[in-house]
């Protein structure tokens, strides 16, 4: 079935594939993650881009829960063979923040244990997983991450605090920005004031009545 569905998409027909798609949260997990690796390896184009044409029709919440629930199955075996599967997935909603035993970033984590290449970590760490929460992880199972996983996974979160650090910044300096507008509106509104006030009152000398008496002789 799912073997015709992409035949028809290649031949310019989506609407099999849609269809199938959106009832694939209907079926087990090994049906589904045949269906997406099938679509994965078997189209000649951007793997992601047909990806996307095929959930087209599928609701975001449905097509989430069924990219991200065969990641962890993914990430305990043979992890490098299936590095094309995996970026397709995370570039069309996968959740890479899957959180395990009360830690997120744990796929990040079991990544890092599995010698996962750069390119997949990299991948989770730019598409969500929390670099803290995996390195949390580690610590709370030591015995199976040695000084080289807990490293990297230092790195990452090191990445992730710099890039929200500098995303922070023009925001504290739009803040700063507005405050000093603000202040510079405040002064300028009090000598406005103050000119107003100067004005009524050298206008109300200029309307007061003259004295017109003439001195006695």
Do not use: W
Not at 46 to 69: G, H
């Amino acid at each position: 079935m799912c073997d015709g569905a992409i035949e028809a998409l290649d031949e310019g027909h989506p609407e099999n594939i849609q269809i199938l798609f959106q009832t694939l949260h209907k079926f087990d997990q090994g049906t589904t993650f045949r269906a997406l690796y099938k679509l994965t390896v078997k189209t000649l184009e951007d793997p992601a881009a047909v990806m996307a044409q095929a959930f087209a029709a599928t609701p975001e919440s449905v097509r989430k829960e069924i990219l991200t629930n065969p990641l962890p199955d993914v990430f305990a075996y043979n992890i490098n063979q299936n590095e094309k599967f995996i970026e397709t997935i995370l570039k069309n909603g996968a959740n890479a923040n899957v959180a395990k035993d009360g830690f997120d970033g744990a796929l990040l984590a079991i990544a890092v244990i599995n010698d996962a290449s750069p390119k997949i970590l990299n991948l989770l760490s730019d598409y969500g997983a929390d670099a803290n929460g995996a390195l949390n992880r580690a610590y709370s199972n030591a015995q199976a991450y040695h000084s080289t996983h807990i490293n990297i996974l230092k790195i990452f979160k090191d990445k992730q605090d710099n890039k929200a650090e500098q995303e922070k910044a023009p925001q504290e300096d739009i803040r700063t920005i507005l405050k000093q507008i603000q202040e510079n509106i405040g002064d300028l509104t009090a000598a406005v004031g103050i000119l107003a006030e100067r004005i009524d009152a050298q206008q109300a000398a200029q309307k007061k009545p003259q004295d017109k008496s003439y001195p006695k002789v």
